[in-house]
């Protein structure tokens, strides 16, 4: 079964494929999705294992409803309500939320700095 991950917009896409790897399959909306957009996505997401991450501001919460309707199994990811949507949270929370939501095994985490330093380079 493909896993799908739903988002707002194609800068939101680009900040998850930082840290995804394998093949995750990454669906924008554009904004908030008319009728005929959602059914357009419920056809092509039917048989997929469906994750719904939208910003939590009041258009993301609107989509977010939208498409708990179309995907009532959907498991959902929330981003902090300090960050500025999903493109604006940090690569290190995001890959936290993802694993949280069962999707570990797709989750690239990225390198933590400290760690990769060398004595000489201080």
Known sequence: MRVSIIVEGKNDRSKLQQVLQGEIHVVCTYGTPGSKQLQSIAYELRHDEVFIFTDNDSSGKKIR??????????????????????????????????????????????????SIWKKDEF
């Open 65 to 114: 409803a939208l498409l708990s309707e179309l995907f009532p199994e959907a498991v959902h990811i929330y981003t902090k309500r300090g960050y500025k949507g999903v493109e604006g949270t940090p690569l290190d929370y995001l890959a936290l939320q993802l694993e949280k939501a069962g999707l570990e095994e797709f989750v690239n985490f990225p390198a933590n700095p400290a």
